[in-house]
């Protein structure tokens, strides 16, 4: 049974399809559902750019020997209230949620904690670690950086030589009875996934965000494929800012690179032939119990107050909401269905094709009147990915 595309598909079909590539790619279960559940968040949350669409992206680095999922992160040296992780270069979700937890058990303990991982693959979208904490109720701070010649997404500015990755910075703030705040922001203009989504569904993007190989502004997806590059965190007027916060996040991030003599950057695909020296980069997972500092509940309070406090004031700007509640807000319209862009339901296709998996995708039920094909039919175990 092929996809119909146009439809949603239920979470737990993406889920078991999403595990399937990573067991058949040579994952452990553990591992592959971290993955899998990782993906379909994103999905959820309303970000795409980092959901199961990355499913091919992965492959590929498996085929050309980049990725290897099999992999299982060591923990290499620890101390009190830090850890150094080597990931051998697998899923870069599970190595840094196993950072996560470590870093989260030791801040329970004495306060602060942090966790360096390296030789990491794609991490994903970090604001889930950074929720994840927060709901543990911690303050986390979690990074993933590469810097150096050719490296990653963005350009130096004024250039269109490419020097950055995307380098994003998630913060998790626990409040209370309410959805953690989460600043999740890529220091480029745009995410480097959102470029993709912006190409397979044939739209352009904002002004302002890329440009050309000859350094010139472009709104075409192609043009950033084609040589050009990404801008960094405040474009033309103040890219030195962003430009600095992606650098920090390289230098830090490379935390996990002294002493290592076989370096690799965090999910980073980098040209043959391209200078190696003064390359960073890796991942950093820094974690700070508030009840260390004071009474850890009212710390939640405060913050919730807060969080209020912006949507009173901003009442007349629908455009502001509390960092991580547009994530909220989207996890509860997709609760029954994810709509897929078609290219990533016909690169899905392809995939399980090539790997030998069913890629039958039932029919969601009608959930919103005048909206969904009354004609859906609930799913089966027929219609379930295997």
Not at 178 to 197: C, Q
Not at 312 to 337: D, F, I, K, L, M
Request: aromatic residues 4%; neutral net charge.
């Amino acid at each position: 049974m092929h996809l119909p595309i146009g439809n949603p598909v239920a979470p737990d079909v993406l889920r078991s399809f999403s595990t399937a590539v990573c067991r058949r790619m040579g994952a452990d279960t553990d591992v592959a559902t971290e993955v899998a559940d990782h993906l379909v968040d994103a999905d959820l949350a309303g970000h795409p750019s980092h959901g199961v669409m990355r499913l091919t992206q992965y492959f590929d680095e498996w085929e050309r020997g980049d990725l290897a999922p099999q992999a299982r992160p060591r923990l290499l040296r620890d101390g009190p209230g830090t850890a150094l992780f080597d990931a051998a270069r697998g899923f870069g979700h599970f190595s840094t949620m196993v950072a996560s937890q470590w870093a989260a058990a030791q801040a329970e303990r004495q306060g602060v904690a942090i966790a360096a991982v390296r030789h990491s693959g794609h991490t994903g979208r970090l604001g889930t670690y950074a929720e994840h904490l927060a709901r543990r109720g911690l303050v986390a701070i979690v990074l993933v950086g590469a810097a150096g010649h050719s490296v990653g997404a963005a350009v130096l500015p004024g250039t269109s030589t490419r020097f950055l990755a995307a380098n994003p910075w998630a913060i998790g703030i626990p409040a209370e009875r309410r959805a953690p705040v989460v600043v999740d922001v890529s220091t480029t203009m745009l995410a480097e996934g959102k470029i993709t989504v912006a190409r397979e569904n044939g739209q352009s993007l904002p002004p302002g965000c890329i440009v050309d190989a000859d350094a010139r502004d472009s709104r075409a997806p192609e043009e950033y494929f084609n040589g050009g590059g990404l801008l960094p965190l405040g474009g033309h007027t103040a890219g030195h800012k962003g430009f600095g916060l992606g650098l920090a996040a390289a230098l830090i991030g490379s935390l996990a690179m002294i002493g290592d003599s076989e370096p690799t950057l965090a999910g980073s695909q980098i040209p043959t032939g391209a200078d190696p020296r003064g390359r960073a980069g890796g991942v950093a997972v820094i974690v700070v119990n508030p009840a260390a500092l004071g009474d850890g509940a009212l710390y939640a309070h405060q913050v919730a107050q807060t969080a209020t406090a912006v949507g009173r004031a901003a009442v007349n700007a629908s455009h502001v909401q509390v960092p991580g509640a547009p994530e909220a807000a989207a996890r509860q319209r997709h609760t029954h269905g994810i709509r897929l862009a078609d290219a990533t339901h016909r690169a899905l296709q392809e995939l399980g094709t090539r790997l030998g998996i069913a890629t039958g995708y039932g029919r969601m039920p009608s959930r919103r009147r005048g909206t969904e094909n009354s004609s859906s039919t609930e799913e089966t175990d027929h219609d379930r990915l295997g």
